[in-house]
């Protein structure tokens, strides 16, 4: 999967997906670090909510929530990039 989005992260493999989307594990090449990218279909979100659902999770810290780095679109998509925890999702639990 050789795919780079907004010229930055390089999609490397799927982590998980559910009812709202897909996340990846995505490399930043300039930065060199590794990302999550939450990618969810339009067709299946409003903009506005998600929006205002990363800038919820933005305002959160602990150890265990992935800080939010930043918000993208395009025409069909909509995508949510943070910070890469490494280990078992909630979901396991």
Do not use: Q
């Not at 009812?19 to 490399?27: C, E, I, K, P, Q």
């Amino acid at each position: 999967m050789e795919r780079v989005l907004f010229g930055k992260y390089r999609l490397c493999r799927e982590l998980g997906n559910g009812r709202s989307g897909t996340v990846y594990l995505a490399y930043h090449v300039e930065l060199e670090e590794y990302r999550a990218v939450k990618v969810v279909p339009k067709s299946l979100a409003d903009y506005d909510t998600f929006r205002k659902e990363a800038l919820f999770l933005k305002t959160l810290r602990h150890p265990g929530i992935p800080i939010v780095y930043d918000v993208e679109e395009d025409t069909g998509y909509s995508y949510l990039i943070e910070e890469y925890l490494e280990g078992e999702s909630l979901y396991a639990w």
